[in-house]
């Protein structure tokens, strides 16, 4: 066992016999090796514990712990994070899998820039038998930590440092399959996230899965996210009433009830004005790259209407 990993890497499962192996061979095949690897079964039925301690007895790297109940996702990662030794963190799922270098490239980019203390990548959508049905691929560019309020733009490739991370505290035990979006909210408000275009993951969609298992309980506890952290948001990122109409718009509830009505139209405006650009853009001009630059030239972001 290494005395001090320079990376920690949490893997909580539940009767994740099925793609354990594939996930944990994924992360010894790391062309960076300075890691620990904590798996932390959660008190799992099927063969889950004796294919993480066979990989434990084969790899000094590699420990296991067992929950005595079932304690579900966020209480496993806070269980596992309290015995990490690493100075950068991140965690995986069962059922997902690292590129090789996915290591090497998140803990390089945070060498390099002191300033940024999260950074997050882009992924595979790959289906039950490994085969890639789509490449999420979000240009860094694009994507804002003030956009967090909005919705998630985290991907599931992700690494922060031990600092952020005990500055923020645990992951919420009480939101359950929201608890990384709450996490990744807290984490913008207390520091700076970073964006690159390097796609190092897999993501793995099945019928088992948290996110079609339990994609009613995400959802609501997305908007309990929403509304936990709408003011800090605000208050930060300079949002305006604008931005907390959109909310509510786009998740069709009353997370924000004091948004004016009188604002209805401006947003429907905003809306029309930015589907012109990206229509024009695209007639236009036939490279992406050069579209991408027009549009977020004349379309309104989130920061430029401030002051409504």
């Given at each position: 066992m290494l005395e001090n990993p320079k990376i920690t890497v949490i893997l909580p499962t539940y009767n994740g016999g099925q793609f354990l192996a594939q996930s944990?061979?994924?992360?010894?095949?790391?062309?960076?090796?300075?890691?620990?690897?904590?798996?932390?079964?959660?008190?799992?039925?099927d063969n889950t514990l004796e294919i993480a301690e066979g990989f434990s007895a084969k790899d000094s790297r590699i420990q296991v712990i067992t929950n005595r109940t079932n304690m579900k996702l966020p209480?496993?990662?806070?269980?596992?994070?309290?015995?990490?030794?690493?100075?950068?963190?991140?965690?995986?799922?069962?059922?997902?899998?690292?590129?090789p270098n996915a290591l090497e490239i998140m803990a390089a980019y945070l060498d390099n820039r002191r300033e940024v203390d999260f950074i997050t990548a882009n992924s595979d959508i790959i289906g039950e038998e490994g085969e890639v049905l789509k490449q999420k691929y979000n240009t860094a560019d694009i994507r804002l930590p003030v956009e967090l309020i909005l919705g998630c733009n985290i991907s599931?490739?992700?690494m922060y440092r031990r600092e952020i991370a005990e500055a923020v505290g645990g992951y919420?035990?009480?939101?359950f399959c929201a608890e990384d979006y709450d996490y990744w909210c807290r984490i913008a408000l207390a520091g700076n996230i970073g964006y690159i275009n390097d796609n190092i993951y897999q993501y793995r969609k099945h019928k088992n899965s948290l996110s079609t298992t339990k994609r009613k309980e995400?959802?609501?506890?997305?908007?309990?996210?929403?509304?936990?952290?709408?003011?800090?948001?605000?208050?930060?990122?300079?949002?305006?009433n604008i931005d907390r109409l959109k909310i509510a718009v786009i998740n069709k509830s009353n997370v924000i009830e004091s948004t004016p009505i009188k604002l209805y139209?401006?947003?429907?405006?905003?809306?029309?004005?930015k589907l012109a650009v990206k229509l024009i853009a695209g007639l236009v001009f036939w490279d992406k790259a050069l579209r991408r630059k027009i549009r977020r030239r004349f379309s309104f972001s989130i920061n430029s209407i401030c002051k409504i």
């Amino acid at each position: 066992m290494l005395e001090n990993p320079k990376i920690t890497v949490i893997l909580p499962t539940y009767n994740g016999g099925q793609f354990l192996a594939q996930s944990v061979e994924s992360i010894i095949a790391q062309t960076e090796n300075d890691w620990e690897l904590i798996i932390v079964n959660d008190c799992s039925t099927d063969n889950t514990l004796e294919i993480a301690e066979g990989f434990s007895a084969k790899d000094s790297r590699i420990q296991v712990i067992t929950n005595r109940t079932n304690m579900k996702l966020p209480a496993s990662l806070n269980i596992g994070f309290s015995k990490a030794r690493g100075r950068y963190f991140t965690w995986t799922s069962d059922d997902n899998l690292y590129k090789p270098n996915a290591l090497e490239i998140m803990a390089a980019y945070l060498d390099n820039r002191r300033e940024v203390d999260f950074i997050t990548a882009n992924s595979d959508i790959i289906g039950e038998e490994g085969e890639v049905l789509k490449q999420k691929y979000n240009t860094a560019d694009i994507r804002l930590p003030v956009e967090l309020i909005l919705g998630c733009n985290i991907s599931a490739a992700f690494m922060y440092r031990r600092e952020i991370a005990e500055a923020v505290g645990g992951y919420d035990e009480n939101l359950f399959c929201a608890e990384d979006y709450d996490y990744w909210c807290r984490i913008a408000l207390a520091g700076n996230i970073g964006y690159i275009n390097d796609n190092i993951y897999q993501y793995r969609k099945h019928k088992n899965s948290l996110s079609t298992t339990k994609r009613k309980e995400a959802e609501k506890n997305k908007l309990l996210v929403q509304k936990k952290h709408l003011d800090a948001f605000c208050s930060k990122f300079c949002l305006s009433n604008i931005d907390r109409l959109k909310i509510a718009v786009i998740n069709k509830s009353n997370v924000i009830e004091s948004t004016p009505i009188k604002l209805y139209p401006l947003f429907i405006f905003l809306k029309g004005y930015k589907l012109a650009v990206k229509l024009i853009a695209g007639l236009v001009f036939w490279d992406k790259a050069l579209r991408r630059k027009i549009r977020r030239r004349f379309s309104f972001s989130i920061n430029s209407i401030c002051k409504i």
